[in-house]
């Protein structure tokens, strides 16, 4: 079986990333407990990104048991995002999809003096196939933040804005899905 999503759903501007639709996931779909450095952190919840009848990712947020929702979305603790995809997905859908949400985020003037480190992030990524994961983690003590795919680093900055601003696409407000933002923060006060 293809994984690849019909041309008609990726011409519809990529809102299969936009979280059209977000179920929880399984607990035992993601681990409950992980590492970043010496950093315990927990599951704060997950979720699925779909598109009308297609499951397109899986989704699991990290942080310390003890955050906050605000200091999740402010990316002041550690944390790791993992996007596990079901599907094949070309970057430039990843890469709209990506701007779609920022648009949302942030005033024309704010978008621009970001763009070049969004971009740095986002030259880094390939396509993406069905069991394929992206993992992005920051730690905040260290000012590290990471992007790997399949456990090769792609990426690496010690930039705070672009940590806040990338987990940002599915943490702050207005987020890719409203849906999956709850799901991934819904351990979180």
Known sequence: MNSRLPSAGRALGLSILLGGGSLPVAADSFETEQSLGDNALVLQGSGTASYMIWDVYDAALYAPAEASESDIVNAEVPMRLILEYRRDLGVEDIRKATWVAL???????????????????????????????????WDPA??????????????????TELARAYFGIW???????????????????
């Open 171 to 189: 943490l702050a407000e207005p987020p890719l899905s409203d849906t999956l933002r709850a799901a991934l923060l819904s351990r979180a006060d």
């Open 103 to 137: 648009d949302d985020q942030y005033d024309e003037e704010e978008r621009e003096s970001i763009r070049p480190r969004i971009d740095s992030i986002q030259d880094t990524m390939i396509d993406v196939g069905d069991g394929d994961r992206y993992r992005l983690d």
């Open 142 to 159: 260290t000012e590290r933040l990471t992007l790997h795919l399949n456990d090769e680093r792609r990426f690496e900055s010690d930039d």
